[in-house]
């Protein structure tokens, strides 16, 4: 139970991050009340001015309520425009709150924390489900608000005409809230959750056959993965299509309620009106109130139903990142605590000792008593078969995942650092590095904001890429979708250059030549270890295979976990 209560009331957190505040979001409120008290006034007041003229009173008898129309009318639009302007402003803005809290938290515990998270999945809670946060403001609350202003200040009314009008009307409100809230809520409760667990198992589904395209060809299983989609596609168009039926069908109740609300009026006001006792033309004015006030109070059922898929919605936002930090995984640092100096001048000695790491959620360490040190200037080689616990303790080394034992940067304690403030001094390459679909000049300045056009051809050219940016036009040459215009040896090279324009004291080189061809391999290793040498950087190579002992200081062994002495 307690478990249940906590994850509600995180799933509460996020729906009150998606509420907008401030005086924006008041003008919205305030001009979506007033505009639904115009619609009901205007038709009010219209079928009060229709009944009165037919009994030929004269002009002036009829002015001030022509005017009142045509100021309801006016009144309507402008605020209903209002209403529309103030509160999708307010909202958006907060959406871009929720986003940036979002991608915080996810920043706390990526990417050791997101392992059984899929792309797609992870892409649709990112961004659709995250998008349907922005319907809470805009198709619940404020609907709500100004549904319930206007059915209370209409019972009011009609009760000045008519106590018995007042109660019909009232009884009529109830019937309506209870079939078109509880009963459709009740309908339409589980296909919101089933639906937007299904839209993100479709995005991962398709995302990861675009990927990995070729293969199904090649195996000839490209139709059947095909088909796997599309049922379960078709089950989220289902779902989707029996909602919409369920809307419709609020939507014909709510009418049909207020038709029979207006039938009441007409009944109970009737015998008044013939004996005299009750004005025509009033009577009128309370019977046209509900013609216009269901219209309104229509809304609330939709509502509801639209606060479900809002809270699904918002329970698989929270979903991305546990509640509490797993264990393994590198505590968020206290958002008052800034990271000590970003910008490292000077050589950085690193030092392992007794080091053991284990991922979230296993008891078994991947990396068991490791103990080395890094000496400024040293181009170290760390070898192993796969699975040997190499790129654990590389995670470690930049703080992906949390570690047992003592991790030290020039004597100081990892632990006690910021975690950016130990990434400022040990840069990775991954043996699969991330280039944006951005140009070349955007992809390097993600390391250095600052640098001139002068500083990124001469890295570039440091890197071996001068020639081939020339040859593509020049900084402004795209890459293509993560470095699709790229061969694997040009991104790490591009990788390698944002590394040195960033200026890491420590270089860690994942694998860097895992998908390339031995030959080719072997030149851009060559590279890489030379041109981090020229610039005085210490390098880490973490390799399964051979590196050429000409290119390194000295070499470990890694198996099992741990280092061969």
Not at 128 to 142: F, M
Not at 206 to 215: E, F, I, P, S
Not at 431 to 453: C, G, H, I, M, Y
Not at 528 to 543: D, E, N, Y
């Amino acid at each position: 139970m307690s478990r249940v209560t906590s994850r509600e009331a995180r799933v509460g957190s996020v729906l009150r991050l998606a509420m907008p505040r401030g005086p924006v979001w008041g003008r919205a409120v305030a001009a979506g009340a007033l505009s639904a008290l115009c619609a009901v006034a205007l038709l009010a007041a219209s079928g009060y001015l229709i009944t009165r003229a037919a009994e030929h009173p004269p002009i002036l008898y009829l002015t001030l309520v022509m005017v009142g129309v045509r100021a309801f009318a006016l009144g309507r639009a402008a605020l209903r425009y209002v209403d529309r302007l103030a509160g999708h402003d307010a909202s958006f803005r907060q959406l871009a709150v929720v986003r940036t809290e979002t991608y915080r938290r996810l920043a706390s515990v990526a990417p050791a924390g997101l392992g059984s998270s899929g792309r797609g999945d992870l892409l649709t809670r990112l961004v659709t489900d995250t998008d349907r946060l922005q319907d809470l403001p805009i198709r619940v609350v404020g609907p709500l608000v100004s549904a319930g202003v206007a059915a209370v200040l209409s019972v009011v009314a009609v009760g000045l005409v008519s106590v018995p009008a007042a109660l019909v009307l009232v009884v009529a409100l109830v019937v309506a809230a209870a079939l078109g809230s509880v009963v459709t809520a009740s309908i339409a409760r589980r296909s919101d959750a089933e639906t937007a667990a299904d839209r993100g198992r479709v995005a991962d589904l398709v995302l990861d056959t675009v990927r990995t395209l070729d293969v199904f060809a090649a195996y000839g299983t490209l139709d059947e993965r095909l088909a796997h989609i599309d049922a379960l596609d078709a089950r989220v168009t289902r779902a989707v299509r029996r909602r919409a039926s369920v809307e419709a069908l609020v939507g014909a109740l709510v009418g049909l309620i207020g038709g029979g609300a207006v039938v009441g009026i007409l009944a109970v006001g009737a015998p008044a009106v013939v004996s005299g006792a009750l004005d025509g033309p009033l009577w009128a004015l309370a019977v046209f109130v509900p013609l216009a006030l269901f219209e309104v109070v229509g809304t609330v059922p939709l509502a509801v139903l639209t606060l479900r898929r809002v809270r699904a919605a918002a329970d698989r936002v929270e979903r991305v990142v546990p509640g509490t930090t797993p264990v393994g995984i590198v505590p968020e640092p206290d958002a008052e605590a800034a990271p000590q100096d970003l910008l490292v001048d000077g050589p950085v000695t690193l030092a392992v000792r007794d080091l053991t790491v284990r991922w979230p959620g296993s008891e078994t360490a991947a990396v068991d008593g490791v103990s080395f040190a890094l000496a400024p200037g040293e181009v170290v080689v760390l070898e192993g078969p796969s699975g040997a616990g190499k790129s654990t303790l590389v995670d470690a080394l930049v703080r992906f995942v949390d570690h047992d034992g003592s991790y030290t940067l020039d004597g100081v304690e990892a632990h006690t650092m910021h975690p950016d403030a130990v990434r400022a001094r040990v840069g990775l390459i991954e043996q699969d590095p991330f280039v944006f679909d951005q140009s070349v000049r955007q992809n390097l300045l993600f390391a250095k904001e600052s640098a001139t056009d002068q500083e990124l051809l001469a890295v570039l050219a440091r890197v071996g890429l001068g020639d081939w940016v020339e040859r593509r036009g020049g900084l402004d040459a795209g890459v293509g979708e993560r470095g699709g215009l790229l061969s694997g040896g040009q991104a790490h090279r591009l990788a390698l250059a944002r590394a040195l324009l960033h200026a890491f004291p420590v270089l860690v080189l994942d694998e860097p030549t895992a998908d390339i061809d031995p030959d080719l391999g072997d030149a851009l290793l060559r590279d890489l270890v030379a041109t981090a040498q020229a610039v005085g950087r210490t390098v880490l190579v973490v390799s399964h295979v051979p590196v050429p002992a000409e290119l390194v200081t000295r070499t470990m062994r890694m198996r099992d976990g741990r280092i061969a002495a």
